[in-house]
């Protein structure tokens, strides 16, 4: 069965054709980093299923709250699911907001990377980000339309939707499809 869901106001996307047992990752999927830092996440580290967009230039991402002011984001981390879709795609978009209070802000860092398979994809920013007052956003943008694009994890369930946001690449919605992404970012704060 292939599950369809329209965001409203927003376009398709689409979930794999056969959802999956729940694969629970064996070590805890830290960055893997010399620094003294944190990773933020709001995932179980399950891996239940995955999403991807009909078209590219759409994805998701997650409002981050360190409570500290002058955090450093130094990583962005995320899991692709691995078999789906088919071909597939090996290079996804990482992107680093600001918050202006209520919603995503200002880009403060995006790029291309590449994917790394069956592991998470964890990804130094060239240049660390200082955030005056640590409230920031880092999204998956999906590149190439589907099925040639990656296809990102979700986990077993939604706790709390409160930090989820869709973006169609320039602006930002609130809310996910279903459970929770696996983005991590890994962060240091004074
Ligand atoms: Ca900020
Ligand atoms: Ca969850």
Redesign the pocket.
């Not at 986990?155 to 706790?159: F, I, K, R, T």
């Given at each position: 069965m292939v599950v369809f869901l329209f965001l409203i106001c927003g376009p398709k996307i689409i979930s794999p054709q056969k959802i999956s047992k729940p694969i629970v990752v064996s070590s805890s999927p830290q960055h893997p980093s010399p620094y003294v830092g944190e990773t933020l996440y709001?995932?179980?580290g399950s891996i239940y299923s995955a999403w991807a967009w009909y078209y590219g230039g759409r994805g998701w991402g997650y409002y981050f709250s360190t409570g500290t002011p002058n955090t450093t984001i130094l990583a962005v981390g995320y899991r692709i699911y691995d078999t789906w879709p088919v071909p597939g795609l090996n290079t996804f978009t990482y992107r680093v907001t600001d918050w202006d209070g209520s919603a995503p802000s200002t880009t403060l860092d995006e790029g291309s990377i590449t994917k790394t398979t069956g592991d998470w994809t964890w990804y130094d920013l060239p240049s660390a980000i200082t955030d005056s007052d640590g409230d920031f956003c880092v999204f998956y943008i999906q590149e190439g339309n589907y099925p040639n694009c990656c296809g990102l994890s979700e986990?077993?369930?939604?706790?709390d939707p409160t930090p989820d946001w869709w973006t169609d690449g320039s602006s930002y919605g609130h809310g996910f499809p279903r459970?929770?992404f696996l983005i991590r970012v890994l962060i240091d704060s004074p």
């Open positions: 709001y995932d179980d986990d077993q369930a939604q706790e459970n929770d």
